[in-house]
Nanobody, 122 residues
Framework: QARLVESGGGSVETGGSLTLSCVASGYSPYWMAWFRQRPGMEREAISGRNIYGSPHICGGSLSRRFSVSQVNANNSLLLHLRGLEPGDSAMYYC?????????????????WGQGTQVTVSS
C-alpha cells in the first residue's frame, strides 16, 4: 500500500530552521514534492524532485529560503526550511506523483501524507 509519512515539524522562533523529512513506502513515486497549507489559505506547492534528482520549483520566492534534497533516489525527500517567519506557519505535506510530467498542481499528485505542523513564533 502506497504511503507517505512526514516528520520533523515543530515550533521555532523567527529566523530559525527546520528540516522536514518524507519517506515513501509501498511504492516509488516518480515525483515527490512538498506543499504547505497556511491557515485559511489554499494548499500551495513548494518544490519537488523526480527519481532522477531533477528539481521542479513551484514556490517562486520561497526557493530563496526553502530547498529540497533526496536521501534515497526515489523514496525520500527532505525539505530544508531556513529564515523562517511567522507567515511560514503551516501544515506541510508531502505528495507523490506516479506520472512523469512535472507539475505544481496538487490535483495531479496521487498520494499524500498526513502532514507535519510547523509553527514559527515572533
Amino acid at each position: 500500500q502506497a504511503r507517505l509519512v512526514e516528520s520533523g515539524g515543530g515550533s521555532v522562533e523567527t529566523g530559525g530552521s527546520l528540516t522536514l523529512s518524507c519517506v515513501a513506502s509501498g511504492y516509488s513515486p516518480y515525483w515527490m514534492a512538498w506543499f504547505r497549507q497556511r491557515p485559511g489559505m489554499e494548499r500551495e506547492a513548494i518544490s519537488g524532485r523526480n527519481i532522477y534528482g531533477s528539481p521542479h520549483i513551484c514556490g517562486g520566492s520561497l526557493s530563496r529560503r526553502f530547498s529540497v534534497s533526496q536521501v534515497n533516489a526515489n523514496n525520500s525527500l527532505l525539505l530544508h526550511l531556513r529564515g523562517l517567519e511567522p507567515g511560514d506557519s503551516a501544515m506541510y505535506y508531502c505528495a507523490g506523483r506516479r506520472g512523469a510530467e512535472a507539475t505544481c498542481s496538487m490535483g495531479e499528485y496521487n498520494d499524500w501524507g498526513q502532514g507535519t505542523q510547523v509553527t514559527v513564533s515572533s
